[in-house]
């Protein structure tokens, strides 16, 4: 549910963002809080959850304490709240606690569940993929810190060069590995392909990782040559998704395309162009809305549909269970496919697909208005997720309380009045 509220704040300032990036202001405070609204309020959010609720029964190993895992969860919102208020109003303060507290939460999730991965008894390749992510969101969180000194007046850098490390760190590096880590388990469930060959997941992790650590250095020192090879390899890590989800999709045996399906094949299709955009961002200078159109595909495009596409499948079972798994509604509950409506799910992914298409087009050719309607567009689709999740509560509220048991009166024993009465 937190999750869901950040992505409508996110959904009601797209179109806005969406026209400011379009006029070249990428590194615009309110762009900056709504950047880091969706990818901390959102994507880790979802992601902390899904680790959480995936992780221990995956591996085969449960989390260390429940009672760390609700702290967690509730210092990341404390985190980015603060973090978020002080991108928007821009106080460097807010930044600065709200990076700590994200260091306590992302500290406290890593402390609760990744060494637990050394007693797994299964799920090995997911537990490397996630410990890796974590790696690599741990040098995002580190070059942050580095960014917010600026402001605090502890020193002075290159603002592009460290923006842009942070960035592919948290988005390639955190996101996408883990990502590819729960994915790796979680997609061929539900397109039934366990059979499918898993050939690109043995080179994706070292070739992914080489290419953040030698991206990022490149950014950093602003060596040409480094930037070149890094963002090569992160370019063969992403064409190694693509394949991978595409042998799971061609070795599939349920046949049917569900929204949640459609999801995840408009996402692949997006980090597919968005592979080509960075490639051509990599052989020219430096573009503030080419970046902003690069940021909208891989942000929005890829790692937002793709999380939205596993949670069609996963959110509806855990409201089902957290509605109606109790005994107060158990007789009368809908079946767990009563809480997503097709049709609806059909339009929210062809809103977002066309709106973040024509919203990352107009960004590059640096058209406001168009800018702003696709953006409307993403947002119409995020409102229409939202509807899914009120859609659960109404049926709830619609769903009949079950009949009281009846009580069953003892028989009383012969004689038993007649005792009483003499």
């Known amino acids: 549910m937190a999750a869901l509220a950040w992505l409508l704040l996110v959904a009601a300032a797209t179109p806005s963002t969406a026209a400011s990036l379009a006029r070249g202001e990428l590194f615009a405070p309110q762009i900056l809080a709504a950047t880091h609204g969706l990818t901390l309020g959102v994507l880790t959010t979802m992601i902390f959850g899904a680790l959480y609720q995936f992780f221990p029964a995956t591996l085969g190993v449960g989390a260390r304490s429940i009672s ?44 609760n569940l990744l060494p637990q991965r050394r007693r797994a008894t299964q799920g090995v390749r997911v537990g490397r993929y996630v410990s890796l992510g974590h790696m690599a969101l741990g040098l995002a969180m580190a070059l942050g810190l580095a960014r917010i000194g600026e402001p ?13 490390a942070h960035f592919h760190l948290a988005a390639f590096g955190f996101v996408t590995l883990t990502m590819v880590g729960v994915g790796s388990r979680m997609v061929p469930m539900f397109l039934f392909a366990q059979t499918a060959p898993t050939w690109p997941l043995r ?22 040559l480094t930037i070149l090879v890094g963002g090569g390899l992160l370019a063969i890590a992403g064409t190694l998704v693509v394949v991978q989800l595409g042998l799971w999709f061609h070795h599939r045996v349920r046949r049917i395309v569900d929204p949640a399906v459609g999801y995840l094949i408009a996402a692949a299709g997006f980090l597919a162009v968005t592979i080509v955009a960075g490639v051509l961002r990599l052989t020219g200078s430096f573009d503030p809305r080419g970046w902003a159109a690069y940021a909208v595909l891989v942000l929005l495009g890829w790692c937002l549909l793709f999380t939205v596409g596993i949670s069609h499948r996963i959110v509806p079972f855990l409201s089902w269970l957290h509605l109606f798994g109790g005994k107060s509604r158990g007789a009368h509950a809908p079946p767990v496919t009563a809480l997503v409506h097709t049709q609806a799910a059909w339009v929210s992914l062809a809103l977002l697909v066309v709106g973040v298409g024509s919203m990352a087009v107009a960004i590059q050719l640096g058209q406001p208005t168009a800018a702003w309607f696709g953006g409307a567009g993403v947002a119409a689709g995020i409102f229409l997720i939202g509807g899914q ?24 024993p012969p004689g038993r009045t007649l005792e009483v009465l003499t």
């Open 68 to 111: 760390v895992a609700h702290w967690t969860f509730w210092i990341l919102q404390a985190g980015v709240v603060t973090m978020v208020t002080g991108f928007w109003l821009w106080l460097p303060v807010l930044l600065l606690i709200g990076w700590v507290l994200l260091v306590l939460a992302v500290g406290g999730l890593a402390w």
């Open 389 to 412: 999740a009120a859609r659960g509560l109404w049926l709830w509220r619609r769903t009949p309380l079950d009949p009281p048991p009846e009580r069953s009166t003892p028989p009383r």
């Open 152 to 164: 605090l007046g502890w020193w002075t850098m290159s603002r592009t060069g460290f923006i842009a």
């Open 203 to 224: 080179g994706l992790g070292p070739t992914a990782v080489a290419g953040l650590l030698i991206h990022s250095t490149g950014l950093l020192a602003g060596h040409r």
